[in-house]
């Protein structure tokens, strides 16, 4: 696969988390494909690699509380299948609390699809959010 047509997916699955569609991103998502997330699994229960369809029910439970989401995406590296989405993902609750953090998802794709996401963020700014004592 080129370097373009990895790029063009990218940018298309940028474009849904920004606009918060991420149901849309089951369409990327290569058979078999998985979806890791940063952390050690027993302070982060959702960390640890899964397969991608269940990362997406599991963002619908996460979500539920978010009033308005976006991720500003700052830049997008591609080499070969790889890309790399540097980003600020941004929410805020119904109730007025507001998530602020910096990610980068990494994205390896074949024949246009996502066989493998992984997502990096900041968990001081998690914390933050969750009111966790001493963020």
Same mark, same amino acid.
């Given at each position: 696969?080129?370097?373009?047509?990895?790029? +063009?997916?990218? &940018?298309?699955?940028?474009?849904?988390?920004d606009?918060? +569609?991420?149901?849309?991103?089951?369409?990327?998502?290569? %058979?078999?494909?998985?979806?890791?997330?940063?952390?050690?699994?027993?302070?982060? %229960?959702t960390?640890?690699?899964?397969p991608f369809?269940?990362r997406?029910?599991?963002?619908?439970g996460?979500?539920h509380?978010?009033?308005?989401?976006?991720?500003?995406?700052?830049?997008?590296?591609?080499?070969?299948?790889?890309?790399? &989405?540097?980003?600020?993902? +941004?929410?805020?609750?119904?109730?007025?609390?507001?998530?602020?953090?910096?990610a980068? &998802?990494?994205?390896? &794709?074949?024949?246009?699809?996502?066989?493998?996401? +992984?997502?990096?963020?900041?968990?001081?700014?998690?914390?933050?959010?969750?009111?966790? %004592?001493g963020?």
């Amino acid at each position: 696969m080129s370097t373009e047509e990895t790029r +063009r997916v990218a &940018i298309q699955v940028a474009a849904c988390i920004d606009e918060g +569609r991420f149901a849309d991103l089951a369409a990327f998502a290569a %058979p078999g494909a998985t979806w890791w997330f940063a952390g050690l699994k027993e302070k982060i %229960p959702t960390a640890g690699a899964i397969p991608f369809e269940e990362r997406l029910k599991e963002l619908g439970g996460i979500f539920h509380d978010i009033k308005t989401f976006s991720f500003n995406t700052h830049d997008i590296t591609v080499e070969g299948n790889t890309a790399v &989405i540097e980003g600020a993902p +941004r929410g805020e609750t119904h109730g007025g609390k507001v998530y602020e953090n910096n990610a980068m &998802i990494k994205l390896v &794709i074949k024949d246009g699809k996502v066989e493998t996401l +992984r997502e990096y963020v900041d968990f001081f700014a998690v914390f933050k959010f969750m009111g966790v %004592p001493g963020f």
